[in-house]
């Protein structure tokens, strides 16, 4: 992981669970990086989360973080219901903000968030981590270079076995519960990037009693005569794996695929040929030094993962709850 950043850029975290670990954990190793500052709703819990990262500042409110003039940039880290809110809360500041993913619930809310970056010339860009890593560049790589022609038809799918607890994010509908907002963005990431906006979409899903979805199964068409087939489940352990299907052969990236170390070329009547790809820590280190590459260059968006981008799959997640008749509290 190579960087010209000369300038160190003072990172603050707003919300302080797992996946938040995860990126302090690899921040630590992206040059020009410095976690500052970290909040959470319950100051006990940012100061223990600062601790093994010699992090200087925990905040027990959001808003004093903000406010504090201690940060250049901001991720957000909290459940999916609340992105709208803190990432608003940021742009307002005139703090840069890295959101996770998914964006936030619904598009008009993404619209909104896109409008106040646009409105106040602050950079704003959508955690999909995939996007940036080493493996994904050298397979988009390939795919310009016709290596196995013509992409036909992509797979994938991400499932794991989840306890069902109602009240616990990934079941309940206040916190934007559900397969598709957790883990069936990913699939459907992978074929957005790979072959853009679907033209036709046919979705099916299980509910589990607290209405969100527990399975889920997305057929999709595409302009250029291409189609996906994308599943996501909270109910088994899946391979969570992607094949990219062309007329000269294929590519399966290896499990588990969005943060994968490997891939499978295999051309038609070539041998198969497995190749390792750099995956350094949890993977979330890319997407933080492509956000300061950003931020040195004085981009309001990611040119590699441009908001409309992030509109369009929302747009697109919109359509598919749509289909299964999923919607949330704070829609009605």
């Not at 819990?45 to 905040?59: G, N």
């Not at 209405?211 to 489940?233: E, H, K, Y």
């Not at 070329?265 to 350094?280: D, F, H, K, N, Y």
Request: glycine residues 8%; charged residues 20%.
């Amino acid at each position: 992981m190579s960087s010209n950043n000369a300038v160190a850029f003072r990172w603050g975290i707003i919300g302080c669970g797992k996946i938040a670990q995860k990126f302090a954990d690899d921040l630590m190793n992206v040059p020009g990086a410095v976690l500052h500052a970290v909040a959470s709703r319950d100051l006990a819990k940012a100061q223990a989360f600062a601790r093994p990262y010699d992090c200087p500042h925990a905040f027990g409110s959001y808003q004093e973080m903000v406010s504090s003039g201690l940060v250049d940039v901001i991720y957000i880290a909290t459940p999916h219901a609340q992105h709208h809110e803190n990432t608003l809360l940021c742009l307002e500041a005139g703090i840069p903000v890295l959101c996770e993913k998914a964006f936030a619930i619904n598009a008009s809310m993404v619209k909104e968030m896109i409008q106040k970056s646009q409105e106040k010339q602050v950079f704003l860009m959508e955690a999909i981590w995939t996007r940036f890593h080493p493996a994904i560049q050298q397979i988009e790589s390939l795919i310009a270079a016709d290596t196995i022609g013509k992409i036909v038809h992509i797979v994938a799918d991400f499932g794991f076995l989840a306890d069902y607890k109602p009240e616990e994010r990934l079941f309940n509908p206040a916190l934007t519960g559900g397969s598709l907002m957790d883990i069936g963005i990913y699939p459907l990431f992978i074929s957005k990037l790979l072959l853009g906006k679907p033209t036709e979409v046919k979705a099916v899903g299980v509910l589990a009693p607290t209405g969100v979805d527990m399975n889920l199964s997305v057929a999709m068409a595409f302009g250029s005569g291409a189609t996906a087939s994308l599943f996501s489940t909270f109910a088994a352990q899946t391979d969570t794996t992607c094949t990219i299907y062309g007329t000269k052969g294929k590519i399966y990236i290896h499990s588990r695929f969005h943060e994968t170390l490997g891939f499978t070329l295999q051309l038609t009547g070539e041998e198969p040929q497995s190749i390792a790809t750099e995956r350094l820590g949890w993977g979330y280190g890319y997407e933080a030094l492509d956000v300061q590459r950003c931020l040195a260059e004085n981009r309001v968006e990611n040119d590699k993962l441009p908001l409309q981008f992030s509109l369009e799959l929302m747009e697109l997640m919109d359509e598919i709850r749509r289909q299964i008749g999923l919607t949330y509290p704070q829609e009605a």
